[in-house]
């Protein structure tokens, strides 16, 4: 079965969930992000489980995995 062409779509899922997801479709571990984003490792934990973590650092990890949070005003 070919599954190139094929679209998953994710309704209803944090951004810690969809980070978590992305990273892992990129074949990263947490420990890879952080060193991507320089931040600390813990900051990915933080994220994927929707806890508070500062606002540039969340920005440098999701720019890393190529999202956007929405959240401008921070």
Do not use: C, W
């Amino acid at each position: 079965m070919d599954t190139k062409g094929d679209i998953l779509i994710l309704s209803n899922i944090s951004l810690g969930q969809k980070a978590k997801f992305v990273r892992l479709s990129k074949g990263l571990r947490q420990i890879d992000l952080a060193s991507l984003a320089k931040v600390n490792p813990l900051d990915i934990t933080q994220l994927e489980h929707d806890r508070y973590v500062l606002p540039t650092r969340r920005k440098r990890i999701l720019a890393v995995l190529g999202m956007d949070d929405g959240n401008e005003s921070d």
